[in-house]
């Protein structure tokens, strides 16, 4: 039997069609939208591309959307300056940087620099000290272990009880999945282990999962018989296998042996198409929260 897709190009139209009608509503009451600023340093193109993308989505949900290009050599204490005065801008609510920063920048000490309350990306140690203490805490979870997260409830599947595996303890991605999904709370209560390079059966741990999320950056390392038949496949491993000669674009591939994997689990996110078009909407996401938190509405 194939397992249900889980789509996130899906889930991403109605997390942004909520978050439009919920922008549309604050302004009605209280005269404001959110304000993103995104920082953008050199013209590095994957870093464009990304940027491009963010600043069309923050315009079709309703935010006031500022564009901030700095040249590649700009000094690590002009980007804190910057930084500064975003900070104190009270029409802005999110400071997204774009990484990777050039190298004369210390990319620790400019995250750092950002007000925490304004940290979207969720990566400020402040943000990741609410997170792990869980619950009202939490301001911001970092958007794609948030998306995760959402796709997973979205999805109908039970957490509560639930085993979930994660493959990979990345700062951005493992250890923040592992930490929400094991939190008391809705969407979670979840009984958690993490994998890694030096765990000794990778197979036996994967095979136990009722969720299991791969975050590897290994093309198909995840093996079909390591998946519990019925069981919850989250792929977040984005993976360049070549080039379409036809279209020019990049043939993309999970962590998961998708073809053979969908035959066993119950339901499984695809590649690409799945947890990829979630990080940007949780962006969003936590733009608006951060407004919200300002007015007092979360
Ligand atoms: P990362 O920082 O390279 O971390 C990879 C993790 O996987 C590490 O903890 C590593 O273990 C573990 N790992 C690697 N090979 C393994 C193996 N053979 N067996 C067991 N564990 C293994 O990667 P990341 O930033 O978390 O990203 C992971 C993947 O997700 C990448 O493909 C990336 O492109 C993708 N990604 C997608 C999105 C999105 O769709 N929006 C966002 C972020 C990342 P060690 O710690 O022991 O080295």
């Not at 595996?165 to 979840?190: D, E, H, T, Y």
């Amino acid at each position: 039997m194939s397992a249900k897709l889980i789509k996130g190009t899906e889930i991403r139209e109605e997390i942004l069609e909520e978050i439009t009608k919920e922008v549309a509503e604050i302004k009605d009451k209280h005269g404001v939208v959110p304000g993103l600023v995104t920082i953008l340093i050199g013209e590095n193109p994957a870093s464009m591309s990304y940027v491009t993308l963010k600043i069309k989505t923050a315009h079709r949900v309703g935010f006031t959307e500022v564009q901030d290009s700095q040249p590649e050599d700009i000094s690590e204490a002009d980007l804190l300056a910057l930084i500064d005065k975003y900070n104190n801008d009270d029409s802005i609510n999110g400071i997204l940087v774009q990484l990777p920063l050039p190298k004369q920048v210390d990319e620790k000490k400019i995250l750092n620099a950002i007000d925490p309350d304004k940290d979207v990306d969720g990566f400020h140690p402040v943000n990741v000290g609410r997170l792990m203490i869980g619950g009202d805490e939490v301001k911001f979870p970092p958007c794609t272990p948030a998306g995760i997260q959402e796709m997973i409830v979205r999805a109908g599947v039970e957490t509560s009880g639930a085993e979930v595996v994660v493959v990979g303890r990345s700062n951005i991605v493992g250890k923040p999945i592992a930490n929400m999904m094991l939190q008391k709370g809705p969407g979670a209560n979840s009984t958690v282990t993490i994998v890694h390079t030096r765990t000794k059966d990778l197979a036996g741990h994967c095979q136990r999962a009722d969720i299991l999320i791969v975050a590897a950056g290994v093309p198909g390392l995840v093996k079909p018989e390591w998946i519990k038949p019925g069981s919850c496949v989250i792929d977040v491993g984005v993976n360049r296998i070549g080039m379409n000669e036809k279209t020019g674009k990049a043939i993309l591939r999970g962590d998961v042996d998708f073809d053979a994997a969908k035959e066993i689990a119950g339901s499984i996110t695809p590649v690409p198409g799945g947890v990829g078009p979630m990080t940007i909407t949780m962006l969003m996401k936590n733009t608006l929260k951060s407004l919200k938190f300002k007015l007092g509405l979360a």
